[in-house]
């Protein structure tokens, strides 16, 4: 089992950052590749950015692009989504996620699940 806690969510005005983490316990978090997800009120959970287990290999969604960066301290069990130039549409519930695979854009590929931090950007 892994366990994982996201923090960091809050309110900020359109064109500023965030920082978000998501801590992880229980099993060897370096074994696991780590993922960012978000799901807006109304709309389908949707990937942000995921990295390998050793850090060396990220993707990011098209959305966030130039914008997110996803970054972890495997000696910290640790897993960071910076956020720049935050927009309004960017209004959502961000899920940390661990999967077996490597590196992975899909949900269904993920196994573990943190309980989600609210993100809200005013116009």
């Known amino acids: 089992q892994v366990q994982l806690v996201e923090s960091g969510g809050g309110l900020v005005q359109a064109g500023g950052s965030l920082r978000l983490s998501c801590a992880a316990s229980g099993r060897t978090f370096s074994n696991y590749g780590t993922g960012w997800f978000r799901q807006a009120p109304g709309k389908e959970r949707e990937f942000v950015a995921a990295i390998s287990r050793s850090g060396a290999g990220t993707i990011n969604a098209n959305s966030v692009k130039g914008r997110f960066t996803i970054s972890r301290d495997n000696a910290k069990s640790t897993v960071y989504l910076q956020m720049n130039s935050l927009k309004p549409e960017d209004t959502a519930v961000y899920y940390c996620?661990?999967?077996?695979?490597?590196?992975?854009?899909?949900?269904?590929?993920?196994?573990?699940w943190g309980q989600g931090t609210q993100v809200t950007v005013s116009s």
């Open positions: 996620a661990a999967s077996g695979a490597s590196i992975a854009t899909v949900g269904g590929q993920y196994d573990y």
